[in-house]
């Protein structure tokens, strides 16, 4: 039984997120925890909101929330029948990434599957805030789906890396069950500033991840570029892959992928969803 956490804010954009969870584990056991965060505001000094009671909670806050939280059950209940696959709904006030935090941790949580604007309208970071924030601040695999991102076959996957931590088996074993579960081949990507050669730890965390995935479809693929988002961007949409593997042990280089000004002319269009694993 998988536990599949699934924040939303009622919009097309988390709906999307929804559906492509629901078909990407279409054949697997799933219990999806569908939950709207009614986050707490900071005054202008940065202070939290007074304490809220929980019968004005109820009353006022978390009454609409948990009404519209009820009809996205019955608009799930016209999608096809999936006998393999519970939900529950659940509406909370307080500051996202604790009660994130704490959802993962009471409901057992594998993964969370969050939608993402792209890079429109966005004030920060390209992928949004909140789902940056998530990413790098909840100890929990977090799939990114873009709000353009239809599901289809996974049968190619992209992981790119620096080749410059050693991963975890486990993290290893995370993505063997995807590319198992969905026939798929992985990608591995390493990017070269200056095409310079590996090192010799590099070689052998290269090295050691081919030999993990030798049962299975594994390319390695080296190619130059000044920015490391863009070229896997270029990758991405040259190879058409249907999803990008990163893992979350490896900071550095995946805020380096993921977020970046909005003052760039350049923006991530990808259709593709980002995995993010965590050890």
């Known amino acids: 039984m998988k536990n599949i956490l699934i924040p939303t804010d009622f919009s097309d954009n988390a709906w999307n997120a929804l559906l492509y969870g629901i078909t990407f584990f279409k054949k697997t056991q799933c219990t999806f925890h569908i939950v709207h965060i009614n986050a707490i505001n900071t005054n202008s000094s940065g202070e939290a909101a007074l304490y809220v009671s929980p019968d004005i909670l109820e009353e006022t806050i978390l009454a609409e929330p948990k009404e519209k939280l009820q009809h996205l059950l019955k608009r799930i209940e016209k999608l096809p029948l999936n006998a393999k696959h519970n939900f529950k709904v659940q509406a909370i006030y307080g500051f996202l990434i604790n009660e994130l935090k704490t959802l993962v941790i009471n409901n057992k949580i594998d993964l969370i599957i969050m939608g993402t604007k792209g890079a429109t309208g966005l004030k920060s970071v390209s992928i949004g805030s909140n789902t940056g924030n998530v990413i790098t601040k909840v100890p929990c695999n977090v799939?990114?789906?873009?709000?353009?991102?239809?599901?289809?076959?996974?049968q190619e996957i992209g992981f790119p890396s620096d080749l410059n931590i050693a991963y975890d088996i486990k993290v290893l074993?995370?993505?063997k069950d995807i590319i198992l579960l969905k026939r798929s081949a992985l990608r591995l990507l390493?990017?070269?500033?200056?095409?310079?050669?590996?090192?010799?730890?590099?070689?052998k965390v290269k090295n050691f991840i081919l030999d993990y995935f030798k049962d299975n479809v594994c390319t390695y693929h080296n190619i130059t570029g000044k920015s490391i988002d863009e070229s896997v961007q270029c990758f991405t949409e040259s190879r058409n892959l249907d999803m990008v593997i990163m893992v979350a042990k490896n900071l550095n280089f995946l805020e380096r992928i993921l977020f970046r000004p909005t003052v760039e002319k350049i923006s991530y269009h990808t259709k593709a969803p980002f995995l993010?694993?965590?050890?």
């Open 173 to 175: 074993e995370t993505i």
């Open 143 to 154: 799939m990114a789906v873009p709000e353009n991102a239809c599901y289809e076959n996974i």
């Open 190 to 203: 390493y990017i070269s500033g200056t095409n310079e050669a590996l090192s010799q730890n590099q070689t």
């Open 276 to 279: 993010v694993i965590h050890e």
